[in-house]
């Protein structure tokens, strides 16, 4: 079983900058499992839907949402089974709840694996 613990929300003034961490853990979980993994950042607004903001594949792959290019980046070091999201020129429409997610193998389009989130707010 992988557990995903994420981690550095809070409240943000828009423009400001902001950087999540998700851990992940388990049994036998080494590092090198964990570079298996293809992972993924989530997020949910109050009564929208879960949209996808960026992954990171196995092979080190990056992708991003396009309201999110140019703004947020996506990393991980595989040694401290760690993945991040460093976020800049904040906006409003950028507050909701931010999910880790993790699949075992080259792709992230159906997680296997999801924390509990962290809340970012926005806001002035």
């Known amino acids: 079983q992988v557990r995903l613990v994420e981690s550095g929300g809070g409240l943000v003034q828009p423009g400001g900058s902001l950087r999540l961490s998700c851990v992940a853990s388990g049994s036998i979980f080494t590092g090198s499992i964990f570079a298996m993994y293809s992972m993924g950042w989530y997020r949910q607004a109050p009564g929208k839907q879960r949209e996808l903001v960026a992954t990171v594949l196995n092979g080190g792959t990056t992708n991003y949402a396009d309201t999110v290019k140019g703004r947020f980046t996506i990393s991980r070091d595989n040694a401290k089974k760690t993945m991040y999201l460093q976020m800049i020129s904040r906006k409003p429409e950028d507050t909701a709840v931010y999910l880790c997610?993790?699949?075992?193998?080259?792709?992230?389009?159906?997680?296997?694996?999801w924390g509990q989130g962290t809340q970012v707010t926005v806001s002035s």
């Open positions: 997610a993790g699949r075992y193998g080259p792709q992230i389009a159906t997680p296997q694996y």
